[in-house]
């Protein structure tokens, strides 16, 4: 698969149907953990949803909570050391935009997370 391949699915369940041979009939969370990888649907419209909005600048996806608090000490699911592997939600469809890691330089966990592409392909 490369970046820009659309899938023609409605929701993260047929999408994981789809990449893995799945048969969920839901699936509400917006990521899925690999052993070693994270599959992320998203939706990249600099819109709030959930109190974060992600947007992209050029090869960088951004996610900016809305409302920062302090998480030190608290546990935290990011997974910062795992790639993502990045599905922009649309109506009607996923598309492919490439697996990203973790700018841990740039980012601030609970404020803003930066996340750089590393390759086109899955």
């Known amino acids: 698969m490369k970046s820009g391949e659309v899938i023609r699915v409605r929701t993260n369940a047929e999408l994981l149907n789809e990449l893995l041979g799945k048969n969920y009939g839901a699936w509400m969370k917006s990521v899925y953990d690999l052993e070693d990888k994270r599959i992320w649907m998203i939706h990249i419209d600099n819109k709030k ?7 992209k600048r050029g090869d960088v996806i951004v996610e900016e909570n ?21 599905f ?17 330089e740039k980012s601030r966990d609970s404020e803003i997370r930066y996340w750089v592409k590393v390759s086109d392909e899955f």
């Not at 949803?49 to 947007?55: K, V």
């Not at 809305?66 to 050391?81: A, K």
């Open 66 to 86: 809305m409302r920062p608090v302090d998480l030190t000490g608290l546990r935290s699911d990011v997974r910062h050391n795992v790639e993502r592997i990045v």
């Open 88 to 104: 922009s939600k649309h109506d009607g469809y996923f598309i492919f935009e490439g697996k990203y890691r973790y700018d841990k």
């Open 49 to 55: 949803r959930n109190d974060w909005r992600n947007y």
